[in-house]
């Protein structure tokens, strides 16, 4: 990205190749690897952590993006998930805790897929001036922490599970504190307002973030907005943390500060016990009482109901997919971009309505070739979810918004 054009200032560590070269193997990984773990557990900010040596944040390289802090505004970047355990090659898993429960840095540092889901989302940020830093973390093998505490098919490793959650999560916490203490300072010594930004398994632990650590008015204060993206904000998740949580509360239009942004993409309304099974089984990530924000509007939905309208692709400002996100298109529609060979951008490309905590779309009116069919599996079968392209599809609209927001933040600071 280019500084001199008001663009992020970031540095990734330990690489300054372009990424979107090494993208041949996502679509092995692809189907699993970007899955976030689901829970209707809580993961507890005291509870103390015996399974795994928590990361140490004082080390440069334990960060994927440490920019310089030249920008007025920070985002705190948690990517998704890119790690299952593999049962094919190794061992199976147990309900007791071994360390193929959670990723580890070794294996974090050289995982090419963390890379493109990081370059593919962060770009959002980059207009409105922002110092992006992005904590490598242990998270947890996604697919089998989805099977045991959403989908229940093995409800025998909920206790292991929710283990290699607090796993990530101390991680997660850990680096938000060290970023606090270390980096969150402006030249004047104050701290910075910042945002927090994650998808599927990192906005799980930003939920988390929310409701272990905001109930300190400070930290309130400086938050700019919570882009909990791919993953549901429940009420039940609001009413358990009175004084955190509720207090940060959902965004309820494009220019409301301290508050949560949260969607799912999919094809059917409801969460995903309501979506019918397929051949893949259900695989869908909203849950029960969800609330939905509209990424085209800024207007959350509250839960069990349904917008008095849909939204028209008219007002998607454009997708933008990166290479690699669209296998089953000619490649060569990336390089007849003006951004050159990395990124495919469409305008106007659907419209979205929230209906019963899903931000519902129809896969019928996306244009080819960034048609549902040439998307990875399993997003080119139907019923569709979308969770991989959450912020594909809106992402012009997300980087306005980012924008919108900052501004928002810094007049009430003025009033």
Not at 180 to 194: D, E, I, L, T, V
């Amino acid at each position: 990205m280019d500084k001199a054009k008001g663009e992020k200032d970031t540095q990734l560590n330990g690489n300054t190749k372009r990424w979107l070269q090494v993208f041949e193997c996502l679509a092995y990984v692809f189907a699993f690897s970007i899955i976030s773990p689901l829970t209707t557990y809580g993961v507890d900010e005291e509870k103390p952590v015996l399974a795994a040596v928590p990361t140490d944040y004082s080390q440069t390289q334990n960060w994927l993006a440490l920019p310089t802090g030249s920008q007025p505004v920070d985002v705190f970047f948690v990517y998704p998930t890119t790690y299952s355990y593999n049962s094919k090659s190794q061992p199976p898993l147990t309900s007791t805790w071994s360390p193929g429960w959670n990723q580890s840095l070794a294996q974090a540092y050289i995982d090419p897929i963390i890379k493109w889901q990081v370059e593919s989302k962060i770009g959002v940020f980059a207009k409105a001036g922002t110092n992006i830093y992005i904590p490598y973390y242990q998270q947890s093998s996604g697919l089998d922490v989805l099977n045991s505490v959403l989908w229940q098919n093995t409800p025998q490793f909920a206790g292991v599970a929710n283990q290699a959650l607090q796993v990530a999560y101390t991680d997660v916490s850990n680096a938000f504190d060290y970023y606090m203490a270390h980096y969150n300072k402006a030249a004047n010594g104050q701290p910075r307002p910042f945002i927090l930004a994650g998808h599927s398994q990192g906005a799980n632990m930003l939920l988390y973030l929310l409701e272990n650590k905001f109930g300190d008015p400070a930290l309130r204060k400086l938050l700019v907005a919570a882009y909990v993206i791919g993953w549901s904000v429940t009420s039940d998740d609001i009413n358990s943390y009175p004084n955190s949580l509720a207090l940060v509360g959902i965004c309820r239009d494009k220019a409301q500060t301290g508050c949560i942004i949260t969607y799912n993409t999919q094809q059917t309304p409801g969460d995903w016990s309501l979506v019918p099974v397929s051949s893949r089984g259900k695989m869908e990530l909203v849950r029960k009482n969800a609330y939905s924000v509209n990424p085209l509007t800024w207007a959350a939905t509250d839960p069990g109901a349904i917008e008095s309208k849909a939204t028209p692709a008219t007002a998607n400002l454009g997708a933008v997919f990166y290479k690699g996100s669209l296998p089953g298109a000619d490649p060569a529609i990336f390089q007849s971009q003006p951004a050159g060979s990395s990124t495919y951008e469409v305008n106007h490309y659907i419209g979205t309505q929230s209906n019963n905590g899903a931000l519902v779309i129809d896969p019928a009116a996306l244009p080819a070739p960034a048609n549902h069919q040439n998307f990875f599996p399993p997003y080119n079968t139907l019923p569709g979810w979308f969770h991989g392209y959450d912020y594909t599809f809106f992402y012009r609209n997300i980087e306005q918004n980012v924008i919108d927001r900052i501004k928002a933040y810094k007049q009430a600071q003025h009033n």
